[in-house]
């Protein structure tokens, strides 16, 4: 195992590009030596020479999050590497079929492979992390819901709503943080449960501005900075009941200067 010193330790899922990228940036920022993952190794490599520059170490280790063997063997490197977690950033989801197609479509294979990265690899994570973050008697952890998880669509997924495997998904992962904060939050655990809302980045800005016509759009550089403040700002504390709207966050308190933020509710 390679010490770090007094330095705390993040874990980030999804961290190849938009928020989990923008999240392990601005933690190391904020001081912390950050382990990544992703599929794409590539870009895991491209965001953690982003970590170095802003000041942290980084260990880009690829892992498919329906993948419990190679979820498992992230956890592991990062112990090894750096030793502790001190904040674990459930932040990737599933990607595939399942995602974007209605019930009848949905094989129970894909729906399988939906809830095992969206619901089965956070609580992996926070089963192997939590023990970790017991032994400094205190830790954080941030899992990324959605409006979904208790709003009706509007629409089929095939026009402008969403498929039973997200919503599933985001229903399982929305309760995780209460559960953790009712089993731990007396021996130093905080757990939040956040949303981005609606985030555009790269090819998607277009996609997202036609198909959420009015909708309040943030940039994935709205999502780090409020992260950054459930983990440390004393006040946070009081949002730990809530599902936490992070550009609205960072709107609120300031936290991304010069962005006039998309008018969306701090927490819901």
Request: aromatic share 6%; with cysteine.
């Amino acid at each position: 195992m390679t010490a770090t010193g007094a330095r705390r330790v993040a874990w980030v899922t999804g961290a190849s590009r938009g928020m989990g990228a923008n999240t392990a940036v601005e933690l190391a920022r904020a001081g912390f030596d950050v382990a990544l993952t992703a599929r794409d190794q590539a870009r895991l490599e491209a965001v953690a020479d982003q970590v170095r520059a802003a000041g942290g170490a980084a260990l880009p280790v690829s892992a498919d999050l329906a993948d419990r063997a190679s979820v498992s063997a992230f956890a592991e490197a990062a112990v090894d590497r750096f030793g502790r977690c001190d904040v674990l950033c459930n932040i990737g989801v599933y990607q595939g079929p399942a995602m974007a197609t209605v019930l009848l479509d949905t094989s129970l294979d894909e729906l399988a492979a939906s809830l095992e990265a969206d619901v089965v690899a956070p609580a992996l994570l926070c089963r192997r992390a939590l023990p970790l973050m017991l032994e400094h008697g205190r830790g954080t952890i941030v899992n990324m819901s959605s409006g979904v998880a208790t709003l009706q669509p509007r629409a089929s997924v095939a026009t402008n709503g969403w498929s039973f495997a997200y919503a599933a998904g985001k229903a399982g992962i929305d309760r995780l943080a209460g559960i953790v904060n009712a089993e731990l939050g007396d021996r130093g655990i905080r757990a939040f449960t956040v949303e981005p809302g609606i985030v555009a980045y790269g090819e998607k800005l277009a996609e997202y501005l036609e198909k959420y016509s009015g909708a309040p759009v943030s940039p994935p550089e709205s999502i780090g900075p409020a992260i950054v403040w459930l983990v440390d700002s004393p006040d946070a504390d009081e949002l730990l009941p809530k599902r936490i709207n992070l550009p609205g966050l960072t709107h609120r308190y300031g936290l991304l200067p010069g962005w006039e933020g998309p008018g969306s509710p701090v927490a819901g």
